[in-house]
């Protein structure tokens, strides 16, 4: 099925190619006279994005998507009648953490780490400006669920005043026994192209305020998510859909034995709040069984912290 998948869609599967493309036929038994208007598609695979901008203002594609809003405005520099419609993101930017392995187990360390966060940084920087400061879910407006800016402020990390958070990390840290003479030193994994290793390495200069040098571990795209998964990792910048819909967020990334609860977090506590607003019939009734602050859950229940959003993604061409 993988191979040679079936559908009823415009288009017919033709042929996939491994890191190279996907082709696609126009599907003549389709249920809508004269649709689709194209005889065919061809996806070409370029894993690095800066290659396919190149490719798009050379005039090889017709169409480019995934692009970071400095990609954008490198497009629109050198073809500005280029038709670009943005639509609010739905990935976040986290940290996370191995709470299993020492030091990390410790969860003073793991707030200290979420207080060194400057998150508008990463907004400014990374997105130049095209994006939200959230948490798990989606944040306004583009999102229903998110948490408001003054819900987001009473998390770890996330009120306004960036220095006196780290002044607060740098203390739980000398408490910890690191100081200006006694760094902690970490790697850092990411996936290997630059939509992790941008903010993995503002991440890394950002933890050098309490303390903390980080060394950048690059890994193959392909295989990140298997390290991850199998815990071999220590800190990681990780990426992960944040929304719209709240339902299949929270129970695939937090609920127990959720195949991609990427630290095999499991408290049954936090488990049947999810299972009740995953039954109400309208969003408000579901607002009030989880409280509207779902990004809460994982910090306020045993000491999580593994896992803390930094950003969400820009706003970004569709």
């Known amino acids: 099925m993988r191979q040679h998948p ?18 696609l036929a126009r599907n003549p038994d389709y249920w809508k006279p004269d649709r689709p208007y194209f005889d065919a598609i061809e996806y070409t695979i370029i894993r690095d994005p800066a290659t396919g901008v190149l490719a798009f203002t050379a005039g090889k594609f017709d169409v480019a998507g995934g692009l970071s809003p400095p990609m954008l405005n490198d497009i629109m520099s050198q073809l500005p009648d280029s038709i670009c419609d943005e639509a609010p993101g739905t990935v976040n930017r986290h940290l996370i953490i191995n709470r299993d392995k020492p030091p990390f187990n410790n969860p003073e360390l793991r707030r200290a780490m979420s ?46 005043d960036v220095t006196k958070n780290r002044t607060q990390a740098r203390q739980i840290m000398e408490k910890l026994g690191y100081g200006p003479n006694n760094h902690l030193r970490i790697k850092v994994s990411a996936a290997d192209n630059r939509f992790y290793k941008d903010p993995a390495v503002l991440l890394i200069d950002q933890l050098k305020e309490i303390y903390i040098d980080g060394k950048f571990e690059a890994i193959d795209s392909t295989r990140y998510y298997p390290k991850i998964m199998r ?32 630290d095999n977090y499991c408290n049954k ?34 000491g999580r912290l593994s896992s803390t959003t930094i950003a969400a993604t820009a706003s970004g061409p569709g």
Not at 8 to 17: A, H, W
Not at 276 to 299: C, I, V
Request: aromatic share 10%; charged share 20%; hydrophobic share 30%.
């Open 231 to 262: 815990q071999e990792y220590t800190v990681g910048l990780n990426l992960q859909t944040s929304g719209p819909d709240p339902d299949p967020i929270l129970d695939l990334f937090y609920g127990c034995g959720s195949s991609i609860n990427w």
């Open 6 to 23: 079936i559908g009823t869609g415009p288009f017919k599967f033709v042929e996939f190619e491994p890191n190279e493309d996907i082709k």
């Open 115 to 160: 207080l060194s966060i400057d998150r508008q940084a990463f907004v400014d920087m990374v997105s130049q400006g095209k994006g939200e400061i959230g948490g798990v879910l989606q944040s306004p407006p583009g999102g229903l669920w998110g948490l408001l800016p003054d819900q987001l402020e009473q998390l770890p990390g996330y009120a306004p």
């Open 269 to 302: 506590e936090v488990d049947q709040p999810i299972e009740q607003q995953s039954m109400e019939g309208d969003r408000y009734g579901a607002s009030r069984s989880s409280g509207k602050s779902s990004t809460n859950w994982p910090r306020k229940t045993s």
